[in-house]
């Protein structure tokens, strides 16, 4: 009843809000969200040789549980219970995230226990999962997996792990056997964080790290590293007409990602507000993204060539100067390392060339997988 009778109270306020205050209405607030994350220390840079491993991991442990067969059935399973599910896989950690209303904490609790606990993976979906990371990558049956460009830059210019090189074989001719054996390696208790943003209490973090702590580790079999790539220079291939800035940036471990994206919007509102004072556009568009050791800050600013580079360069900076990283560290996986000080952008902007006069069949390609792989990442 109480509850009943404050809902209503409040309804009532509303209304009397509306008739009195010339057509304002005041409406009662919803319940904010909770989330829960766990964070895996393993990514595409993780497990040379068998680079979509974690990748494809991450698919079949939402696979073939009570509910349902696959991640696409346990995302609607859980819709329909108000809670929203997501899981990313990135080069250096996969991170799994439950969001709904408190009310829901055990729900959500028991779900990410179901996910993360199994001793074994589901062989059920095991090629039909192969199939659709193919397709989410949009390649053919032929795909084997290699390392991107985001991996590469980080690795030469943000202190990234050096990225693997390209596996030896299909993704189409992994072994079940050896996935088998890189989860039972990876998903152990010190590779896995669990994070929750909700007020003390909501979630019992440590029944549920216990719960999906219970595997022995093992060791990965040698056979499945492979090389490692040199973490040398990079070329970064620019567009005509679009000047491009990329920052290299600290990763999670040492930036907060919501500093990170308090420093990308600063500096592309300053830009924004130069070109369209200095050459009447409007679009300059920011991208971020971070992996735990290393990241990027990419500004994208069509109808400009690269003369005017330097100067946008000059300008992003002395915004992202500007910008009080105190008043931001709300990024959980960055406190989970000790929350260091966040350190600002780590280098000056890598400022990508487009290729002039003709250019060769490769050089073409390589633009447009650019293109493609920026946008991917970005």
Same mark, same amino acid.
């Given at each position: 009843?109480?509850?009943?009778?404050?809902? !209503?109270?409040?309804?009532?306020?509303?209304?009397?809000?509306?008739?009195?205050? $010339?057509?304002?209405?005041?409406?009662?607030?919803?319940?904010?969200?909770?989330?829960?994350?766990?964070?895996?220390?393993? $990514?595409?840079?993780?497990?040379?040789?068998?680079?979509?491993?974690?990748?494809?991991?991450?698919?079949? !442990?939402?696979?073939?549980?009570?509910?349902?067969?696959?991640?696409?059935?346990?995302?609607?399973? !859980?819709?329909?219970? $108000?809670?929203?599910?997501?899981?990313?896989?990135?080069?250096?950690?996969?991170?799994?995230?439950?969001?709904?209303?408190?009310?829901?904490?055990?729900?959500?609790?028991?779900?990410?226990?179901?996910? !993360?606990?199994?001793?074994?993976?589901?062989?059920?979906?095991?090629?039909?999962?192969?199939? *659709?990371?193919?397709?989410?990558?949009?390649?053919?049956?032929?795909?084997?997996?290699?390392?991107?460009?985001?991996?590469?830059?980080?690795?030469?210019?943000?202190?990234?792990?050096?990225?693997?090189?390209?596996?030896?074989?299909?993704?189409?001719?992994? $072994?079940?056997?050896?996935?088998?054996?890189?989860?039972?390696?990876?998903?152990?208790?010190?590779? *896995?964080?669990?994070?929750?943003?909700?007020?003390?209490?909501?979630?019992?973090?440590?029944?549920?790290?216990?719960?999906?702590?219970?595997?022995?580790?093992?060791?990965?079999?040698?056979?499945?590293?492979?090389?490692?790539?040199?973490?040398?220079?990079?070329?970064?291939?620019?567009?005509?007409? *679009?000047?491009?800035?990329?920052?290299?940036?600290?990763?999670?471990?040492?930036?907060?990602?919501?500093?990170?994206?308090?420093?990308?919007?600063?500096?592309?509102?300053?830009?924004?507000?130069?070109?369209?004072?200095?050459?009447?556009?409007?679009?300059?568009?920011?991208?971020?993204?971070?992996?735990?050791?290393?990241? /990027?800050?990419?500004?994208?600013?069509?109808?400009?060539?690269?003369?005017?580079?330097?100067?946008?360069?000059?300008?992003?900076?002395?915004?992202?100067?500007?910008?009080?990283?105190?008043?931001?560290?709300?990024?959980?996986?960055?406190?989970?390392?000790?929350?260091?000080?966040?350190?600002?952008?780590?280098?000056?902007?890598?400022?990508?060339?487009?290729?002039?006069?003709?250019?060769? /069949?490769?050089?073409?390609?390589?633009?447009?997988? /650019?293109?493609?792989?920026?946008?991917? /990442?970005?």
């Amino acid at each position: 009843m109480v509850k009943r009778f404050a809902i !209503l109270a409040l309804c009532a306020a509303s209304i009397q809000t509306a008739q009195a205050g $010339g057509g304002t209405l005041s409406a009662p607030l919803r319940e904010q969200p909770v989330r829960l994350h766990a964070v895996v220390s393993v $990514g595409t840079t993780s497990v040379c040789g068998m680079r979509e491993a974690p990748h494809l991991i991450e698919h079949l !442990l939402l696979s073939d549980t009570h509910l349902g067969e696959t991640p696409v059935d346990a995302i609607l399973a !859980l819709r329909a219970k $108000g809670i929203k599910l997501s899981a990313l896989t990135r080069s250096d950690f996969t991170e799994y995230t439950l969001e709904g209303p408190a009310s829901k904490a055990s729900v959500m609790s028991e779900a990410l226990v179901t996910f !993360l606990s199994r001793s074994s993976l589901p062989k059920t979906g095991f090629e039909r999962e192969k199939r *659709v990371i193919i397709s989410e990558v949009m390649a053919t049956s032929a795909y084997v997996s290699s390392p991107t460009l985001y991996e590469r830059f980080i690795a030469a210019k943000a202190g990234g792990q050096a990225s693997c090189s390209a596996d030896s074989e299909r993704l189409l001719d992994y $072994g079940f056997d050896d996935l088998q054996s890189i989860y039972r390696a990876y998903y152990t208790p010190g590779n *896995v964080r669990v994070l929750a943003n909700a007020a003390p209490g909501t979630f019992d973090l440590d029944a549920i790290s216990a719960a999906i702590g219970e595997r022995e580790s093992t060791t990965v079999a040698t056979s499945h590293y492979g090389k490692r790539e040199a973490a040398g220079s990079i070329e970064v291939i620019g567009r005509p007409g *679009v000047v491009e800035l990329i920052f290299p940036i600290a990763g999670r471990a040492k930036l907060p990602s919501d500093a990170a994206n308090a420093l990308a919007d600063q500096a592309r509102l300053e830009v924004q507000a130069h070109i369209r004072r200095v050459h009447e556009l409007y679009a300059a568009r920011s991208f971020v993204d971070q992996s735990v050791h290393g990241g /990027w800050i990419r500004l994208e600013i069509p109808g400009l060539d690269n003369r005017d580079a330097p100067r946008l360069a000059e300008i992003a900076q002395a915004a992202m100067q500007r910008v009080d990283l105190s008043l931001y560290g709300d990024d959980l996986l960055w406190q989970s390392y000790g929350a260091e000080a966040a350190l600002r952008p780590m280098a000056d902007p890598v400022i990508p060339e487009p290729p002039t006069g003709k250019q060769g /069949w490769l050089r073409s390609i390589s633009s447009s997988i /650019w293109s493609f792989l920026a946008g991917l /990442w970005g």
